[in-house]
């Protein structure tokens, strides 16, 4: 089938100015979002080059707008069952095609096709974990960092507090700058995910004694906010594959498995008990986690309150009941 979907895609040559327009196209698409969301894109047009026989995303990019609406969804439903063929998770698969759907938009915005996909997406049960180390678990990492109050642990706690106390993601954190803070306001500008302009997060206390800590051990030079301390690059903006491996370390040292991702799904989950004990709408915590479909946070309410136990421990407990009544 494969062979079949690269002739599909095998159009007649266009003229100079469209094809042009198509390479621009691709080359804006893969350019203009923030830097983890281009080399996912990227990632996902090179897994179609190599299921069309291409040898970069931006070629399997250009053969895509330049093919009519019937050959692309062929083809997007063969890369589709050969991608669930391999073991892919619908949700991997989706995402993919969402890439190619993407793209598609852009071009036809930009007159460079008129094509589109209309098939659906794939059904997908939730099997994220979204409960992540726990309260108690970064509880005692705070605790940790705090004690020994070196330049590193004071970078690392506030690392940590912002990943938590704000619900903010490893790339967020790593962007900020230190021309972002404002302590006597207690506020900090942070560019989102999927954001254009930089946004306003108010500052909790204690989140205000970890940057006040650490900016005084770092100094109050511009530049980024969180540098590392590697002698071949000191001062340098610090990675976000750096903070994944501070999390993790900190994880390690207190006997839990965590990542930066999983702070933050702490954090969310603690703003969702907090939101039932206090009787408040979950729009208060999307507020909170800025999550921009709110079912997503049905996740996390799930995973906390495990629905589906409570309900087969009491038919189960039921049935036992009666059965030993007889």
Not at 35 to 47: F, G, H, Q, V
Not at 89 to 111: D, H, K, M, Y
Not at 188 to 199: H, L, P, Q, T, Y
Not at 233 to 244: E, F, H, P
């Amino acid at each position: 089938m494969r062979d079949a979907s690269q002739k599909l895609l095998c159009v007649d040559t266009e003229s100079t100015e469209q094809a042009s327009r198509q390479e621009q196209v691709v080359t804006l698409f893969l350019s203009s979002h923030s830097s983890a969301t281009d080399r996912a894109y990227c990632s996902d047009l090179s897994a179609l080059a190599a299921f069309l026989g291409e040898t970069s995303a931006e070629n399997a990019g250009i053969r895509v707008l330049g093919a009519t609406s019937p050959e692309v969804n062929l083809v997007i439903a063969t890369w589709q069952r050969q991608l669930l063929s391999r073991g892919l998770s619908p949700v991997t698969v989706n995402r993919r095609i969402a890439a190619v759907r993407s793209l598609l938009a852009l071009g036809r915005a930009l007159g460079a096709t008129s094509s589109e996909i209309h098939l659906g997406d794939l059904r997908a049960c939730p099997t994220r974990d979204t409960r992540g180390p726990g309260a108690e678990a970064i509880a005692q990492m705070v605790a940790l960092l705090e004690q020994e109050g070196t330049p590193k642990s004071l970078r690392d706690l506030c690392i940590l507090r912002l990943l938590y106390d704000l619900g903010l993601r490893r790339a967020e954190v790593v962007s900020i700058d230190v021309a972002d803070i404002d302590l006597g306001r207690r506020e900090i500008w942070v560019k989102g995910k999927g954001r254009s302009a930089k946004e306003r997060f108010s500052l909790p206390k204690p989140t205000v004694w970890a940057l006040a800590g650490w900016l005084e051990a770092r100094g109050d030079a511009s530049g980024p906010l969180f540098t590392n301390f590697d002698r071949a690059r000191k001062g340098g903006r610090l990675s976000t594959s750096s903070v994944y491996r501070i999390i993790r370390t900190l994880g390690e040292r207190i006997g839990v498995q965590a990542r930066p991702h999983g702070i933050r799904h702490t954090a969310v989950t603690e703003a969702i008990k907090l939101a039932a004990h206090e009787g408040l709408n979950l729009s208060i915590v999307q507020a909170f986690s800025r999550h921009v479909n709110p079912r997503t946070l049905f996740l996390y309410r799930d995973a906390e309150g495990d629905p589906q136990a409570s309900v087969s421990s009491a038919i189960a407990s039921k049935l036992t009941t009666s059965s030993r009544d007889e």
